[in-house]
């Protein structure tokens, strides 16, 4: 499978500040890429700058296998683009804004197939103006989904949704990866949610790629760190902090959080039977988002 | 590109002709027209109501309309630039330069738009309740009233020229400025500040605003009985227009290529 985007040595510098520094990306055709960093790490330049919206400083992008600012007008109509609050003709209805923008492509769809998408059907007729944050954050997908993109560009996709409707937006974007072979390169904060639909995270800090790794990689159990569910924790924690082969243990209610040096469960298992701990359960960590997150900023 | 330019015209047609403003505008013009018959009114007495036409065109379109098209032009890309719809366009294939280029041209088609709704309302005015029998002088018929009405027309099209030249230096204002109230403040005041001084400092002949006015010019003679020719002054009003046109949308084409689009 090729690369439906490929950065080069992409930088934007805004006077003395780099927002953006010699990124070189490569996102395959059909995944769906997290950008995960601070905030000001230069994620939403990033993505400026590949939609079109803000000019690189130095460095190219490719999308679909053409230079970005030279073959743009052929490129646009097949990326979908939402950016950070999403702004419309608040005197349009919601239909009536669509129905221009694919004027604007120059393309005859059927806007409510993407209102449907997005939960607005029955909105489509109300003026935006009466339009609530979550309901122009759908309005911005339903923008983005009109013409059938086969890339999507997404800045803080899930700003402003409640549970409900993140969760419905999150299910929409993978069913589109997965079904449709869309590509989608995705900013968040939310941590969790881009565990759940990104198939590899890139971590960006002030404006450089620190690390680029597979999500189901990251995400995977990690054998050195367990919870021990016992009877008397607090004593157990005692007697285990002394102990070379523990690297740490935390107390928690009902459990201890103990980090080995070496996968060597078996050896905590019986060394806490042999004096006497009545164990309830011994249950292997899943790394989180958050420690790789902290990791590759060294906190 | 001349495809994509009609369409993003089109888009910004659609987009204005939803807008209220648009139609304030229109109204308020009528309305300063009407108002004119309170210093020359027209009636049904024989003689010809031309100084009535040729009293309440300049104030409708020259004074009024002309705060009209820099207020409505300066608000054009500012507003999008504030609010960041302007981003739901250029993510569109669409290149910066046509955006601008077509709401240059609905600025132009807004100040055709003044221009024909003051020519209806202030010939209409006078035909319903006055007479347009042509310029007579000393019995002797001097201008038809066929006569009369093509040099308005005339007149009504070239000024057409100017008016770009207007809308181009408020589309130009309203890509340097990213507020709105800004955006208006200062292609108004600015316009007023370069004619006041324009004319100790003798650099009116190379302003354009200070050709608004000739194009009536001839209309207005005729109105007097007077004949008058087109040139050189229509000359001069080519030159400067033309060429502050070029020069407005060059730097409004640079300021926008240049310009970040993150709100």
Known sequence: MGNCIQTSHLTKRYGKVLAVDDLTLEVQTGEVMGLLGLNGAGKSTTLYMLAGLVGPTSGDATIFGKELHRHFLSIAPSMGVLVERPAFYDYLTARDNLKLSARLAQRDVTVDRALDRVGLLSAGRKKVGTFSTGMRQRLGLAQALLLEPSLLILDEPTSGLDPEATHDMLALLRQLADEAQVTILVSSHMLHEVGQLCDRVAIIHEGRLISCDRTDALLSYDERRVEVLLDAPESAAKRLAGLPWIESVEIRPGRLDVVLREDNVHQLTAFLVTAGYRLTGVIPRQRTLQDYFLKALNR | ?????????????????????????????VLAVASALLVRPVARDGESDYAFIAYATPIALNLLGLLLLVTYCSGLVSTELGSGSICLVLVRPVRRHEFLIAKMLLGVTYAATLTVAVTAATWGIALAFGDLTGVVYGGETVFTGADVFVAYLLGALLVMIPQAAVVAYAVMISTLVRSTGAAIGGAVGLLLAVDIIKYPLRISPFIFSTYLETPWRVFTSYCDGLDASWFPDTAYLLLTSIASIVVFMAVAIFSLSRRDLRT
């Open chain 2, 1 to 29: 590109m001349i495809g994509r330019i009609w369409h993003t015209y089109c888009f910004e047609v659609e987009k204005a002709a939803r807008r209220k403003f648009t139609y304030l505008g229109l109204i308020l013009v």
